[in-house]
Structure formats: C-alpha cells, structure tokens
C-alpha cells in the first residue's frame, strides 16, 4: 500500500487531495477537501469511486449560474462531508446527487440552498445500502423539489436532526420512491409550504419521528405513505397540518 499527498490550487478553491491505491484491483481513492468559494461541480474534481469530499466550514459550492448540481458522486463507496455552504439555481439543480453509488455515506453539517423545480437538497438515486445524514440546514424552493430524496434504493438510512424547509407545490421534507428497506429517522424540523406537499412520504419505508413536523397547504400532508403492507410508523413528536 502506498500513499502520496499533494495540494492544488484551483481559481478561488483551495483543495488538498491524497492518494490511496486500493489493495491488488488497483481502485483509486482520492480525498479532496474544498476550503474555499468554487462555482464547479465537486470544486472541478470527479468522485467516481471510493473516495471523500470534504467542502469545510470555510468552503463553499455556488452552481447557481450553471444550472448543475453543486456535488454529484457516483461510483460506490465515497463519502461526502459538508461542513459548508452550497447554492444551486435552476431546475433540476440539485445540493448533493449521490447516483449509482452504493454503500455510500453523506453528510450535511452545513447549508443547502436550492431554488427550482425539481432541485433537491439531497438526492440518493440507483445506490443501494447509503447513509443519508441532515444536521445541518436545507431548504429547497420550486415545484416538486425534495429537502431528501431516496428513489430505486434499498435499504437507505435517512437521518434528519437538522432542518428541512421546502416552499412549492406537491414539494416533500424526506421523499422515499420505488425503494425497500429504507429506514427514515427525524428528531430536528421539517417545515413544509405549498399545496398537496408532504414532509415525509413514502412507500415501503420505517418511520420514526421524534422531532417537529409542519405542513402548510392545500391538501398537504405530515407522513404520507403508499399501498403496501411493509411501512411502519412511530410518532413521539409533534405534528401540525
């Protein structure tokens, strides 16, 4: 096993990478670290695999002016940290898209703002077994954007001790689509704003509130959960619609 560390300074975003060559297959793992305001995706850098995103409290992802996800891992196994700020504008531009990612784990200690329809705070897609964690701050505004999202996975753990404020129509706090297994845990906030939105919804999902659930809104609802026979929910906190 052989390491190597080396520092690269790219425009505004300072990032340190190291090095590590996975055992006889040879997979790469790359660690970066942003610690500065970057207007690129990963702060220009691909996270294909094995490796670890860090964007620290004094880092920051701004895509608004390109319409692109401001972290987006595929690959398997990596690991995303942030300590920062992100900022995305336009549809579909979304925090953090973790896809074909499997055994992943992501964290959100800091703030995610999204503005768009369909521009997701957190979006776990096509990757199997991930950990999602919300500490920190999301908010999410346009129509049918998801504060997290969790669809074609299995057995997520989705972990909110934070907050999740989303503002649209049929908008969701914690959204979990065509999945099994998952298991959705809330003891922060989740604010929701718009007609027919849910702060929790999902179709085969263990649900465990002890935190504050509000919905505001036309037909909107606290936990909304489709036809099937495996969805179990505990509530120990608060719900207000």
């Given at each position: 096993?052989s390491k190597?560390?080396?520092?690269?300074?790219?425009?505004?975003?300072?990032v340190s990478?190291?090095?590590?060559?996975?055992g006889?297959?040879?997979?790469?793992?790359?660690?970066?670290?942003v610690?500065?305001?970057?207007?690129d995706?990963?702060?220009?850098?691909?996270?294909?695999?094995?490796?670890?995103l860090?964007?620290?409290k004094?880092?920051?992802?701004?895509?608004?002016?390109?319409f692109?996800?401001?972290i987006?891992?595929?690959?398997g196994n990596?690991?995303?940290v942030?300590d920062?700020?992100?900022?995305?504008?336009g549809?579909?531009?979304?925090?953090?898209?973790?896809?074909a990612?499997?055994?992943?784990?992501?964290t959100?200690?800091?703030?995610?703002?999204?503005?768009?329809?369909?521009?997701?705070g957190?979006?776990?897609?096509d990757?199997?077994?991930?950990?999602i964690?919300?500490?920190?701050?999301?908010?999410?505004?346009?129509?049918?954007?998801v504060?997290?999202?969790n669809?074609?996975?299995?057995?997520?753990?989705?972990t909110?001790?934070g907050?999740?404020?989303?503002?649209?129509?049929?908008?969701?706090?914690?959204?979990?689509a065509?999945?099994?297994?998952?298991?959705?845990?809330n003891?922060g906030?989740?604010?929701?704003r718009?007609?027919f939105?849910?702060a929790l919804e999902?179709n085969?999902?263990s649900?465990?509130?002890?935190?504050?659930?509000?919905?505001?809104g036309?037909?909107?609802?606290?936990?909304?959960i489709?036809?099937?026979?495996?969805?179990?929910?505990?509530n120990?906190?608060?719900?207000?619609?």
């Amino acid at each position: 096993m052989s390491k190597s560390f080396h520092t690269l300074a790219i425009g505004l975003s300072f990032v340190s990478a190291s090095i590590l060559f996975m055992g006889s297959q040879g997979v790469l793992a790359v660690d970066f670290t942003v610690s500065a305001p970057s207007t690129d995706t990963n702060g220009g850098h691909v996270i294909d695999g094995f490796d670890t995103l860090t964007v620290t409290k004094d880092g920051s992802i701004d895509t608004s002016t390109g319409f692109q996800h401001a972290i987006h891992s595929t690959g398997g196994n990596n690991t995303i940290v942030m300590d920062g700020s992100i900022t995305t504008t336009g549809g579909d531009a979304a925090g953090i898209v973790n896809d074909a990612s499997d055994n992943a784990a992501v964290t959100n200690n800091g703030i995610i703002e999204t503005e768009g329809d369909f521009s997701n705070g957190i979006m776990n897609s096509d990757s199997q077994y991930a950990s999602i964690t919300n500490a920190g701050s999301i908010g999410t505004a346009g129509e049918l954007s998801v504060g997290i999202g969790n669809i074609f996975s299995t057995g997520a753990l989705i972990t909110n001790t934070g907050s999740i404020e989303t503002a649209g129509e049929l908008a969701a706090g914690i959204q979990d689509a065509f999945s099994t297994g998952s298991m959705i845990t809330n003891s922060g906030t989740i604010l929701t704003r718009g007609d027919f939105s849910m702060a929790l919804e999902t179709n085969a999902t263990s649900i465990i509130n002890s935190g504050t659930i509000t919905t505001e809104g036309a037909g909107s609802h606290a936990i909304s959960i489709g036809v099937t026979p495996v969805s179990s929910v505990l509530n120990t906190g608060s719900i207000r619609t």
